[in-house]
């Protein structure tokens, strides 16, 4: 059995890794993986690790020095981690490749309609005894252009939802999905997506390719109004750009699950903290931007699955069996 060094632990992630676990030895670190803590990894040889844990070159050579052979990856996005590097420390890099893609493509469509019909503002509302209706105004989905970034897993999921709302549908991704085009979605260039949709929805991964995919340029080329939807890595948008076209009223509504400098923030509980990022600060004080702090996984499937799939990619390690879930 394995020994493994568990980083970013929340009380969720125990439970769900105690109750799966068949024997390994997990030691639970609260702290997140970086240049400080990597140390702890001593004579461990497997990191547990989740999406802003650091695993750059100087975090990977400790982790290598420490002896770690395997980097478990609790989560589907690999874009923090150094694979060039861990390739030449010989660690090799596992993750949880699908886990219930419904929790993301609902969290989506509850920021939707959360942003739509403003039921965060009627809660508060109604609780303090205001029963007044004024400025909740909001419009049909039914019948809007939806546009869908990055039709995989998620996406294709989120597709098919909107779909089943009266949407049109828009895609724009590299690769066709026959069975989308064949319930009814559009596929389309980027231009002609952003153009068209009322609601714009990312579901692509962050690569060099997509990193600030949503910048100036494109926001320039959206429908005055339109609903912009990150449910998948901060860095897709440009988050200064996006500031201002929510000051130039160009976005409408803005919903994200994900934040480009979420690293210190997200997963926190800083109420009693002062809050250092400015612009985080200031897209808290927009009426029509709604931020959660990276839930979308978080349902009982996802995180049944996470753990299951998690605990199999350790031990086909441990039997040095093909490990069908390694990112090369
Ligand atoms: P996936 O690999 O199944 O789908 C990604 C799709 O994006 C693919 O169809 C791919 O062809 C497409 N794509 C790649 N580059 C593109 C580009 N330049 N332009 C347009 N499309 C492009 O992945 P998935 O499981 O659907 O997950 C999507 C993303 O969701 C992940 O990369 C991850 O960052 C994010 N995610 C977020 C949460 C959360 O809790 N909020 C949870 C899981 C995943």
């Given at each position: 059995?394995k020994?493994i060094?568990?980083?970013?632990?929340?009380?969720?992630?125990?439970?769900?890794f105690?109750?799966y676990n068949?024997?390994h030895?997990?030691?639970?670190?609260?702290?997140?993986?970086?240049?400080?803590?990597?140390?702890?990894?001593?004579?461990?040889?497997v990191v547990c690790a989740?999406?802003?844990?650091?695993?750059?070159?100087?975090?990977?050579?400790?982790?290598?020095?420490?002896?770690?052979q395997l980097i478990a990856l609790r989560c589907a996005?690999?874009?923090?981690?150094?694979?060039?590097?861990?390739?030449?420390?010989?660690?090799k890099v596992v993750r949880v490749p699908a886990y219930?893609?419904?929790?993301?493509?609902?969290?989506?469509?509850?920021?939707?309609?959360?942003?739509?019909?403003?039921?965060?503002?009627?809660?508060?509302?109604?609780?303090?005894?205001?029963?007044?209706?004024?400025?909740?105004?909001?419009?049909?989905?039914?019948?809007?252009?939806?546009?869908?970034?990055?039709?995989?897993?998620?996406?294709?999921?989120?597709?098919?939802?909107?779909?089943?709302?009266?949407?049109?549908?828009?895609?724009?991704?590299?690769?066709?999905?026959?069975?989308?085009?064949?319930?009814?979605?559009?596929?389309?260039?980027?231009?002609?997506?952003?153009?068209?949709?009322?609601?714009?929805?990312?579901?692509?991964?962050?690569?060099?390719?997509?990193?600030?995919?949503?910048?100036?340029?494109?926001?320039?080329?959206?429908?005055?109004?339109?609903?912009?939807?990150?449910?998948?890595?901060?860095?897709?948008?440009?988050?200064?750009?996006?500031?201002?076209?929510?000051?130039?009223?160009?976005?409408?509504?803005?919903?994200?699950?994900?934040?480009?400098?979420?690293?210190?923030?997200?997963?926190?509980?800083?109420?009693?903290?002062?809050?250092?990022?400015?612009?985080?600060?200031?897209?808290?004080?927009?009426?029509?931007?709604?931020?959660?702090?990276?839930?979308?996984?978080?349902?009982?499937?996802?995180?049944?699955q996470i753990a299951i799939t998690t605990l199999q990619n350790i031990s086909d390690f441990e039997h040095q069996r093909e490990l069908t879930n390694e990112i090369?």
């Open positions: 059995m020994k060094a568990f980083f970013s632990t929340k009380p969720y992630d125990k439970e769900f105690e109750k068949q024997g030895e997990i030691d639970f670190y609260e702290v997140a993986l970086n240049e400080q803590s990597a140390r702890l990894a001593e004579g461990v040889e989740f999406v802003n844990d650091k695993l750059n070159a100087a975090v990977i050579e400790t982790l290598q020095k420490s002896g770690v996005g690999f874009n923090n981690v150094d694979l060039a590097a861990a390739e030449q420390a010989n660690i219930s893609p419904y929790a993301v493509a609902e969290h989506a469509l509850a920021l939707i309609m959360t942003l739509n019909r403003k039921t965060h503002k009627a809660y508060n509302r109604v609780r303090e005894g205001n029963f007044s209706l004024e400025k909740l105004t909001g419009f049909d989905i039914y019948q809007k252009t939806v546009g869908v970034i990055g039709t995989g897993k998620i996406g294709g999921i989120f597709a098919r939802i909107m779909l089943g709302l009266g949407c049109k549908v828009l895609a724009y991704d590299t690769y066709h999905d026959e069975h989308l085009m064949a319930i009814g979605v559009s596929y389309v260039n980027l231009d002609e997506l952003l153009n068209a949709s009322d609601i714009v929805s990312l579901h692509c991964p962050l690569t060099e390719e997509t990193r600030h995919l949503i910048n100036t340029e494109a926001l320039d080329q959206m429908k005055k109004g339109v609903m912009v939807i990150n449910t998948s890595r901060g860095g897709l948008i440009d988050t200064q750009a996006v500031v201002e076209a929510l000051k130039n009223k160009t976005v409408g509504y803005l919903g994200i699950d994900v934040y480009e400098q979420e690293e210190n923030v997200f997963f926190n509980d800083l109420s009693e903290e002062i809050l250092q990022d400015d612009t985080l600060a200031r897209l808290m004080t927009f009426p029509n931007v709604l931020i959660t702090s990276h839930q979308g996984f978080l349902t009982e499937e996802a995180l049944t090369k």
